[in-house]
């Protein structure tokens, strides 16, 4: 696949990851999060931070998921380790915070854990479907 492809893919995995999860944050578990987190949930969100998880995420998402699953030719691959990926990379900051600050909700944690791996799994198979569909 060429530079200019790996561009595009990368737009479309970060476009569909960055709708999806501002849906889910700022509608359907906005109240949950408030609600579970209470004083521990900053006032304002420092998006220079969430920007650069996204960033990054993504680009995990292309090497680590998409490009292999192209490569094999297997979308039920490419959906698998998009929930696997985002499983473990929610659950690097969940279970850190579990373990290391007091007051983190175990329920948010499973709730988060299984989030990752749902949304994760979404932006994989958006983004298998386009590199095998009009990127290659």
Known sequence: MSLLSQ?????????????????????????????ELGELMAESTN??????????FIV???????NPAVEKGS?????????????ISYATYDLTNLATLSGWPLKVTGVDLVWGGVLSAIVSTVGYLAATSFLT
């Open 75 to 87: 979308l039920a691959r490419s959906i698998g380790l998009g929930f696997l990926f985002g499983l």
């Open 60 to 66: 995990g998402v292309l090497v680590f998921v998409v």
């Open 7 to 35: 561009i595009y893919l990368y737009l479309i995995c970060l476009g569909t990851f960055l709708a999806i999860d501002f849906f889910w944050l700022g509608v359907v578990a906005k109240k949950f999060y408030r609600q």
């Open 47 to 56: 998006w220079t931070a969430a920007f650069g998880f996204y960033l990054l």
